[in-house]
């Protein structure tokens, strides 16, 4: 089974930059779609971007578009998020989820079985 793990989070001012890095480990994700999802305070996990597992398609939520990229290196077992332009609306605790799919990328968060722990970004303004 694959684990998950996120970091890169942090505090930062509104317009500025961070990119989220999440490790997996356990098995290889070469085969995996893999996504990112945020959860704000007092609302329900929201998906933000994914990539299939050959990182040959993505898919962003409309909030993110233009601002957020997300990517993945298999030789490393990695899926990065970068994120510019930051607003305080995208305060959140952001998730690394894996869906053990091979098909195409989807933005249901019931799709992806597997989990990180999170990682908290916070956009001050």
């Known amino acids: 089974q694959v684990q998950l793990v996120e970091s890169g989070g942090g505090l930062v001012q509104a317009g500025g930059s961070l990119r989220l890095s999440c490790a997996a480990s356990g098995r290889t994700i070469t085969r995996i779609n893999m996504g990112w999802f945020r959860q704000a305070p007092g609302k329900e996990r929201d998906f933000v971007a994914a990539?299939?597992?050959?990182?040959?398609?993505?898919d962003y939520a409309d909030s993110v578009k233009g601002r957020f990229t997300i990517s993945r290196d298999n030789a490393r077992n990695t899926v990065d998020l970068q994120m510019n332009n930051l607003k305080p609306e995208d305060t959140a605790r952001y998730y690394c989820?894996?869906?053990?799919?091979?098909?195409?990328?989807?933005?249901?968060?019931?799709?992806?079985?597997?989990w990180g722990q999170g990682t908290q970004v916070t956009v001050s303004s």
């Open positions: 990539i299939r597992w050959a990182g040959s398609s993505t």
């Open positions: 989820a894996a869906d053990l799919s091979m098909g195409s990328i989807t933005s249901r968060r019931s799709a992806y079985p597997v």
